[in-house]
């Protein structure tokens, strides 16, 4: 590591733009190869500058918040927190954090924290207050289109606590938190939830369905209902299944995948079984 | 109706580009574009109107790993038009609006495959500090690309009618219609696959099922699903941990024991 | 009537002063003094009626830290002897009761404020081994203080009728009644939020959560939320000991093995 | 520790003894201050006095019964069956066992129990006695009141069999016990189970609702309906939960307490909110 | 008749001997003996109608620990062929078959007990390694044995029809039908205590209760509880190794640190 | 042990033949005392032929198979594999492997698999197969005969693969598994699921109810109700808790419970209570 600025203390102006140019871009350049990586990096750029003044620093560090990233985005401010801290922890211990803990620590967090923050922000914060607008101008009154726009305040409060919590946590605990295991429990403990409300989102929301019916004592009967009696859930539980296996075995060829299930989804529809 | 169809591609663009995290499903929700669409075309309640109903639609709808099972922004714009410019009631305009839901997932999915490009650029840059390049591969190209991808669609469909379109549509057979509808219900699946593999850790990949089937068996909300599992993953994070620390406590006062004892021997 | 008053005074006065844990509830629950307001009163079956139909309003209840919702002794005691007297039917019995129940709330309030004194109090005969001090601070004190709180309330209530505080409630305005109820349904959460801070324990405090959420969800009983939660607990805590014994051991022998290594090295 | 009595065995006459005395008084002093602790006192002394012939030894055991204590009285009988038998431990061991750890372990269990008796004997077993004897005399007649006794033997049974088998654990075990970790964990389990019936006992008990109505397609929807549908007990939970942070905070200051129930419950009815 | 009960009295005796797993309860099921008896008496399809009619009772039943809640081989066999020889209707059958299928747990009963016998034998064969010894207490002695104890009252009964058995019945009170009535239905739970004790241990006990619990209060499918029961099952055992082995990693790690710290001291 | 067979290798018709054996003969000689103790023995005698060609080894071998053994015959041939590839350990070994330990582990995993497979085999799969078949044959039709057999290979795959699995797992990783303490986890795991499955299919399969009426309010009560108020499955879980308690302290007294179940059923039936 190159040679460091004596004073690097991060304000609260630079996590506040950190956590602006988040908020305004990670969806603009997400992409199925790196998902939110660009715009990850552009978010942490002022502070990166800040922190490494040596330009062959700075250039690893930005390499560094170029890999591969996906979350919410909302209650996903927190890790923007924790890797801003780790950054300046990194500085202040003259190299002592290695890039890799900062990379396998956003990494471990995001899968965990899209599965809570999908579920929070876009599953319960979102549909109340646009069902609310929506309620609003069924009538043709032009009030709905006004309420939409609570969502941002209400979301924006939250994330930038987060993201301020997990500047703070990430500053005053790191260090203590990596050796202790706490850290382990928490990217744990984040997983749990994760995979659990996961669990719950995918179970409405996905959707298959056997077509068909038949005829039983008189009454007609769906063939669904043959399987929901076996296990309500089943297709779409072994689509999902069945798409988690392929991408762990030949990766992120989201391509093929759309493809397969559109290639799929026509067959089976053609000869009657969906 | 071209000062509606230029809305509608500019509209559809900016949309699209999705500046704004929390911002970027109002600008695509149906009900938001009512209003400047009702502007334009003079009548305002009307647009709210087709806006609200075409908006329940898609009210529900997550887009995990940003894969969206159905483009509301372009159903939204082509619905809300083309149905006040006929004077449609809601349900039909609800008929016009649905098929082009489904047809826009496949922009979305053009978009994020060509997005992956200035992902690549934004490596280079990276290696020679060229901040204006990261940002332009963050922010300008990704608008530019959306530009050339999106307004044409719109613009065309809403200026020559959804006429065209729909008979084309018509022509195709219900398997076929049945099926895309098919693969819509499923391609959120493909998102929590992501999101999946993205947590990855085998020791607690179970609790997915849990979540599913919890939901499945006794239709429970999401929220109450929130209600179980938050406890759950706060107690299993607080009580391993604890036990763990007991354990060492104690393994570390047996060793301190033994060497106690040992003192006293030598 | 001035015997059922005496009596009312007295009795609220014994019941009030709670000896016997078993049967403390018992002293206070209407259908149990409806038995001797009946016979003093000369009319047992009608007696028996009242206090059944106004114990029906208390026989859910539950006091968690001693802080009881509603002050049953006092509802019962004026409902019953009042309501016979007036040759009331239930219905109108329970109307009479129900704002004496809110009411004794706050002398019981009062009741343990008070007994705190005598707390301190055993504390210095604790330091001079007074046996006798602490026997009178636990039992005669507590007593003389009910006498002096709660025999005057309800004499005079019972004595004069309940008109006069009837009519001195019937000017309270009506959103006052209804904050007095609705802090009644308050009430038992301060019982529960002490036990809870009782616990304290961080690492299993969401189960709380759980059992609330469990019940709230499913509409279970609490029998059934017994019948899972007290195998969930015994489970959590003989794997855990289960687990913390199997690595202790394996440590203990892998450092006995490592010792015997050295043994062979030295 | 002054000199020890030589034959100190507690007779099951000096248990019962015990139990009788908490049985009779220990709702009597109950104060906001220190709740059942003059009782326990009181219950312990007879005991105490066998034990500790030395008045100095003496005064500071009933000084350690005097300290906070709150529990169940039925099931808690089980806290003082143990109290007993670590204070004949302390004085058969020549004071191994310390003073504070007999403290720490009445304590400890006194709010797992007090959650555990709470559901047994007043959530379960009273309205079960009760029910029936109001049923016996709902048309007059005075089978309801015998009826209404049942509910003595009922607990004494039980209690008295856990306050034996309190003292009984307590005396083989304890030493064994506290070395082999297993009082922490049945500490947590008790703990468990009790946090896990309260919040059960709770759900059914504690009661606030939004007040008022709005009308919506011609039907009139309360807005407490809204609530449910959201999180159902939400002000309940959030009614215990604040209290429940004011004791973490300000310590036990019930009339504060009390008196703030008061007044919110007073403002929120008179703006129509509940 | 004659044929009839010789098959009857045959094919019980085959039946019970229980040869191949997943075809054992095929021999017994009522409709598979139907396609034979009614080939005999020349009336298949009757015979398919009644085999069905008398499945129905059995198709849920489970064996666990071997203790059969009733025997339906012989309620099969019987039913169908005295049902087919009175040209009953399902009903009827039923009423027949029943009460065999109840009076033959018993013969298993004692096949089981007798089996004991062979087992003994078997030990003594290990001893001098004779391995044709072996295998005849495996497969020859049984079926011996259940032709002398299986053979006679299938065959005795068809042959001269369950009329004398039903008038002894009949003679039975009404207390003594429904107590053996109820005593299958407390049978399984026999198998069920057998597994229990086989599987022990302690620490994991409870996970029965939550079982049995989880389908009493709420209703739902074995199949259910095996969505709930797996992921649970899994977790436990990956989170406590992986819980375990961070301890065991840890206190590694710790004496290697001090074993350094030695090694600068000395 | 005696000298030992150089080459040894179990191959997969040994397997398939041990498959065979257990398949067709493994109800046959269920006994009381000792269960599918023969068969299992009859099943692995063509291996352990192989595997010790001196007699005094293969005696005791064929002893170790003889021990008290009951699973479910399908998902049961799991344990079978385990037991081949550990017996094959212990040749390749010198016997390293102690017999004990093998009976250990067939021992521990037989109650396990028991539960599971009970579930699976007799409680899912054949009532399917044989409800289907019932259908079919409602009016009279044959086809329900033939279908029955469905069951047949329905369940041999199952079977036949796990019996693969039981032998794989055993050899490649029987030795590690059992160090890095595996054994124990899979054990554990196997437990907690038949457990939980046999509490799950107990709830459904054992039958035992109140008899008798009362009148309430005007309308008919069965006693059974209130039982079931308190805690649905009352009965059956007592009974079931009832012969448990006696198998644990009085051993494999089938005679003794069955009579006694009965001679119980019968009072309680005469004086009206069942
Ligand atoms: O699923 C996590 C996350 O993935 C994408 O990046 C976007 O769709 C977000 O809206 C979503 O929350
Ligand atoms: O809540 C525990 C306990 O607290 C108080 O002391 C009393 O109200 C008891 O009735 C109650 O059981
Ligand atoms: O319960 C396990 C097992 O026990 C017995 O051996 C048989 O009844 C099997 O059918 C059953 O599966």
Redesign the interface.
């Known amino acids: 590591m190159g040679k460091m600025k004596e004073n690097t203390t991060i304000t609260k102006k630079d996590i506040w733009r950190t956590f602006w140019r ?14 939110q ?3 990850y ?2 978010a942490m ?1 002022p502070v990166l ?1 800040k922190l490494y003044p040596d ?1 062959e620093d ?2 690893e560090a ?2 560094r918040h ?1 890999t591969f990233f ?1 979350t919410e ?2 209650v996903g401010s927190v890790i923007l927190g924790i890797s801003v801290a780790m950054e300046e922890e990194r500085v202040e211990s003259q190299g002592k954090m290695p890039g890799e803990t900062i990379i396998a620590v956003k990494t471990a967090l ?3 924290v ?2 809570i923050g ?7 914060v ?2 109340l207050i ?2 609310l ?2 309620t609003a ?6 009030l ?2 006004f309420l ?2 609570l ?2 305040p ?3 409060i939250y ?1 930038w606590y987060l993201m301020v919590m997990g500047y703070k946590v990430g500053k005053t605990a790191f260090a203590s938190l990596l050796e202790s ?2 850290i ?3 990217i ?21 369905q056997f ?1 068909g019916t038949y005829m039983s004592a008189g009454a007609e009967k769906t063939f669904q209902s043959i399987a929901d009696g ?4 089943m297709l ?2 072994l ?2 299944m069945a ?2 296996m ?3 075995k030949k990766g ?1 060829k ?2 093929t ?2 493809i397969a ?2 290639v799929i ?6 000869i ?1 079984i ?1 | 109706m071209f000062y509606v169809a230029l809305f509608a591609g500019l509209w559809y663009t900016f949309a699209g580009w999705r500046p704004g995290y929390s911002t970027h499903e109002i600008w695509m929700f149906p009900l938001m574009v009512a209003l400047p669409i009702g502007l334009i075309m003079g009548n305002v309640p009307g647009a709210m109107i087709l806006g609200s109903a075409i908006g329940m639609l898609y009210v529900g709808m997550v887009a995990p790993g940003s894969e969206t099972p159905a483009d509301m922004s372009l159903a939204g714009l082509i619905g809300i038009s083309i149905g006040l410019s006929i004077n449609a009631d809601p349900g039909t305009a609800i008929m016009i609006a649905v098929p082009f839901g489904i047809l826009g997932v496949f922009l979305n999915q053009i978009r994020r495959t060509i997005n992956a490009k200035f992902a690549h650029m934004a490596d280079k840059h990276a290696l020679s500090c060229d901040e204006k390049g990261i940002a332009r591969c963050a922010i300008l190209y990704p608008l530019i690309m959306n530009f050339v991808l999106k307004f044409p669609p719109a613009f065309v469909t809403v200026y020559y009618g959804a006429a065209v379109v729909e008979k084309f549509i018509a022509m195709l057979p219900g398997w076929m219609l049945n099926g895309i509808a098919v693969a819509g219900g499923v391609l959120p699946a493909i998102g929590f696959a992501i999101i999946i593999s993205m947590i990855g850790k085998r020791s607690i990949f179970p609790f997915f099922f849990l979540g599913f089937f919890l939901v499945q068996y006794f239709h429970v909300s999401t929220i109450a699903a929130a209600c179980f599992g938050v406890p759950i993953a706060v107690i299993i994070v607080l009580l391993t941990k604890e036990s763990q620390d007991e354990v060492i406590a104690s393994t570390n006062k047996v060793d301190a024991d033994s060497s106690d004892d040992e003192l006293e021997v030598g």
């Open positions: 988040w908020w305004w871009t990670c969806e603009m350049s997400n992409s199925y190869e790196r998902m990586s660009v715009a990096c552009y750029m500058r330009n700075y250039s930005l390499q170029l996906n985005g909302i995001m899968g965990p899209a599965g999908d579920t929070i922000t876009w599953g319960t979102k549909p646009f069902t607008a929506l101008s069924v009538k043709g009154s032009i709905g289109f939409l726009f969502f941002v209400a979301t924006v994330g295991g706490w382990n429990r928490i744990t403990g984040a997983g749990i939830l994760g995979l659990f409300m996961i669990g719950a989102l995918s179970a409405t929301t996905v959707k298959l077509a076996l296990v309500p859930g779409p539980l689509a999902i798409i988690y392929f991408i762990k992120h989201f391509g995948i759309i299930t559109l989804a026509m067959s089976l529809s053609f009657g969906v």
